[in-house]
């Protein structure tokens, strides 16, 4: 067996442990066993982007070769982690699962964002427990010193979310409002995404980092949900209100912006910034598929881009994203 095949075989044998170590309901004062849970509705929402009950998603390994790829994935595995027990997932979820939906309740858009970031809480403990599991047992395999340190920036992560965690179940449990959300109806888009990421640039931290001698604490966050409801798509986005003076201005271009550059601004989202989304099996196939180069150029990007608020003129919902796309690889063009 060669190198290649070796780290890849440790990586995968080190998922599988950590997922499976995930196993107590992510609710507070719950020690039951968790189930498989889905992000967004697997009847309904996710369903409607599926193609032969599967969609599109992508998956991303900075250990293989290419580290980014997308993949059919059925509608029972898409978009779903362990997290709530059965009582919880079923209880706490009835408003945004089993009755139409009121995108107007703050409650509602609360629970939104609780899925979506439990969901990187448990992608974020998994990564943990997979570099620990490389650094003991593959050592040979692996850089140990990376390995630590993509561990230290994965903590960091998991220390943000707790607070964000605190805030939403406060307000969950005293009807008390610490978030602002928006919320607009758009044409229906083929794709699922449920994602948080940071309002300051790389520059801004790498510069708060070269004064204070340490990385932020506490970074500002933008959450997001985008998908299919009956015949429109729904935009969500929230922020914590006491941010509110940095980012309303950023998060309300989004709601007053026309369709076609709003469709721009997703698209840069999905590609540059967030990792959760799925697209149908037909979207996939008219913009993606046979183009190997885009999740390359993408990825290469995101790891070079140290002002991530700048929107970039691509737009996959449209038959000129391949032609744009070119130039953007050369040009770097922004979105007007």
């Known amino acids: 067996m060669n190198i290649k095949t070796q780290s890849a075989k440790a990586f995968q044998d080190c998922k599988m442990k950590a997922v499976k170590k995930i196993k107590i309901c992510f609710h507070p004062n719950c020690t039951e066993k968790s189930i498989n849970s889905h992000i967004l509705q697997k009847n309904g929402i996710l369903s409607t982007i599926a193609e032969g009950r599967h969609v599109m998603q992508p998956f991303i390994n900075q250990f293989s070769n290419p580290s980014v790829s997308i993949k059919a994935i059925g509608l029972n595995e898409a978009f779903s982690f362990n997290c709530f027990c059965l009582e919880h997932d079923t209880k706490?979820?009835?408003?945004?699962?089993?009755?139409?939906?009121?995108?107007?309740?703050y409650k509602n858009c609360l629970l939104f964002t609780l899925r979506t970031i439990y969901n990187e809480k448990f992608r974020k403990l998994v990564n943990v427990d997979v570099y620990s599991c490389l650094e003991s047992n593959h050592s040979n395999l692996y850089n140990c010193s990376m390995l630590r340190e993509m561990s230290f920036e994965e903590n960091l992560g998991i220390m943000d979310i707790a607070r964000t965690e605190m805030l939403i179940w406060n307000d969950i449990n005293n009807n008390t409002e610490s978030f602002v959300f928006r919320v607009r109806e758009i044409e229906k888009k083929e794709i699922c995404l449920s994602s948080f990421y940071n309002y300051e640039t790389s520059q801004e931290l790498n510069f708060y980092h070269y004064i204070n001698g340490k990385q932020k604490e506490e970074v500002v966050d933008i959450f997001i949900n985008l998908f299919p409801y009956k015949d429109k798509s729904i935009l969500m986005m929230g922020y914590k209100k006491s941010e509110e003076n940095l980012v309303s201005k950023y998060v309300e271009s989004f709601f007053s912006d026309n369709e076609e550059t709003l469709e721009s601004k997703i698209t840069n989202l999905m590609f540059f910034q967030c990792e959760t989304w799925a697209i149908s099996p037909s979207l996939y196939k008219m913009r993606i598929e046979g183009n190997n180069t885009i999740l390359k150029e993408t990825l290469k990007f995101s790891a070079q881009n140290d002002n991530e608020r700048l929107f970039f003129d691509i737009n996959i919902?449209?038959?000129?994203?391949?032609?744009?796309?070119?130039?953007?690889?050369?040009?770097?063009?922004l979105l007007k």
């Open 92 to 105: 706490l979820f009835t408003t945004i699962e089993t009755n139409e939906i009121d995108f107007g309740n």
């Open 317 to 333: 919902f449209r038959d000129d994203f391949n032609k744009k796309f070119n130039i953007f690889k050369k040009e770097k063009r």
